[in-house]
């Protein structure tokens, strides 16, 4: 039987770009969403079959695994969708890839590494432009300084955010900032702390952001102290710094779908796509002084997302995977980026 993947959300931004990618590489996954009108278009498009069922409908979903090898999730929150995809692969013993950036949801399937380990599974959360470009800069600059204690890690995106990128940064604005100290996850405010960033081409100012690294550059790498910056437009800084103290107000229900509901649907144009580009710098230290330093350049984050996503997908589909709870380049190593096609790398 040819190994094959399920694609679940595929008829949202981000799925349905994997979807379109997955067609133009020969792939045959079976696309999957809640919605079966759209799930069925979709699937009419590309010639793939499909399955239109709710995360909450635990028969049809453990049905719909023994059909697949792994499961490829795109549709967020993740917060909100991951863990009932997550534990029905650990029961059915299937692969798991996301492409989730949120903490949480790192941290809950490391949590259940033991168990997907027992079912000889691999769960690897994160397999878009957050983390793969900074997952492999992190394991770069370790590899380049074993004595690293710290880690600074930052991105910049050139390009317009989809939906529900946004819809997932909304839910989760007025819940502050989160750094690695001592290996412990640590809430900080938001946009604790900024520093100027040379990504190379251009230096910006870089703002804390809790992203996804700082879950998974430690178990990754095992430097204790992990800080991740991005750039923003100085009008969103200043909206962040007031979230510091009006973060109980928009984290409240009625906020929330007022701000929930003014989200466009969608995201970047493929022409959009196509101009865009992401810079991301990463620099390491240890307590003797010693520092390293380095850059990525990258296509735009959406496509980086959908190309990184199926080279993962396919290596699984190979049998090249690690049971457990992985980070991409914990699995696969810090040159994994370097596959996608436009990448660029640079140790300064
Ligand atoms: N890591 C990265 O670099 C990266 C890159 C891109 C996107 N993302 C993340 O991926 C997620 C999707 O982004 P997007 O822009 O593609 O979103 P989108 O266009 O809003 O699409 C969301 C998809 O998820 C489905 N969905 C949402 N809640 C669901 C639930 N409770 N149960 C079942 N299906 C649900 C939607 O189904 P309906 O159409 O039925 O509502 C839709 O198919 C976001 O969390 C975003 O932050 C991460």
């Known amino acids: 039987?040819?190994?094959?993947?399920?694609?679940?959300?595929a008829n949202g931004y981000t799925g349905e770009l994997i979807t379109r990618f997955a067609a133009q590489r020969g792939?045959?996954?079976i696309i999957a969403g809640r919605n079966e009108e759209k799930i069925a278009e979709l699937a009419g498009k590309h010639g793939f079959d499909y399955r239109?069922?709710?995360?909450?409908?635990?028969?049809?979903?453990?049905?719909?695994?023994?059909e697949v090898d792994m499961v490829l999730h795109c549709a967020g929150p993740f917060s909100i969708t991951s863990l009932p995809m997550v534990t029905a692969c650990i029961r059915n013993k299937k692969h798991y890839t996301d492409i989730t950036g949120e903490i949480s949801v790192f941290e809950t399937c490391a949590a259940m590494g033991k168990k997907a380990e027992e079912a000889g599974v691999m769960i690897m959360p994160g397999v878009g432009f957050d983390v793969v470009p900074s997952d492999c800069l992190a394991r770069h600059l370790k590899d380049r300084l074993p004595s690293a204690t710290h880690l600074s890690l930052?991105?910049?995106?050139?390009?317009r955010i989809s939906h529900g990128t946004q819809a997932t940064m909304t839910m989760n604005v007025?819940?502050?900032?989160?750094?690695r100290k001592d290996g412990k996850i640590v809430s900080v405010p938001a946009a604790w702390k900024t520093r100027e960033i040379d990504f190379g081409e251009v230096t910006k100012t870089g703002l804390t952001i809790?992203?996804?690294?700082?879950?998974?550059?430690?178990?990754?790498?095992?430097?204790?102290?992990?800080?991740?910056?991005?750039?923003?437009?100085?009008?969103?800084?200043r909206m962040l710094k007031v979230s510091r103290y009006l973060g109980w107000l928009l984290a409240t229900g009625p906020f929330q779908s007022y701000l929930q509901k003014k989200i466009p649907p969608g995201g970047p144009s493929d022409e959009e796509r196509a101009k865009g580009k992401t810079l991301l710098w990463g620099e390491a230290s240890d307590?003797?002084?010693?520092?390293?330093?380095?850059r990525l350049r990258?296509?735009?984050?959406?496509?980086?997302?959908?190309l990184a996503a199926l080279n993962i997908a396919e290596k699984i589909l190979n049998g090249n995977f690690t049971a457990g709870y992985q980070t991409p380049a914990k699995a696969y190593g810090a040159d994994l980026v370097l596959e996608i096609n436009g990448v660029q790398s640079e140790d300064g």
């Open 1 to 9: 039987m040819n190994k094959t993947f399920l694609i679940y959300g």
């Open 27 to 29: 792939l045959k996954p």
């Open 52 to 66: 239109a069922f709710s995360l909450e409908d635990t028969a049809k979903l453990d049905a719909v695994l023994q």
């Open 154 to 159: 930052a991105f910049y995106g050139m390009g």
């Open 174 to 179: 007025g819940k502050g900032g989160a750094i």
């Open 210 to 237: 809790p992203w996804g690294d700082v879950a998974t550059a430690y178990y990754s790498t095992g430097i204790p102290n992990i800080e991740v910056f991005t750039v923003i437009p100085p009008a969103n800084l």
């Open 287 to 294: 307590e003797q002084g010693n520092h390293v330093e380095s």
């Open 298 to 306: 990258c296509p735009e984050g959406y496509t980086l997302t959908a």
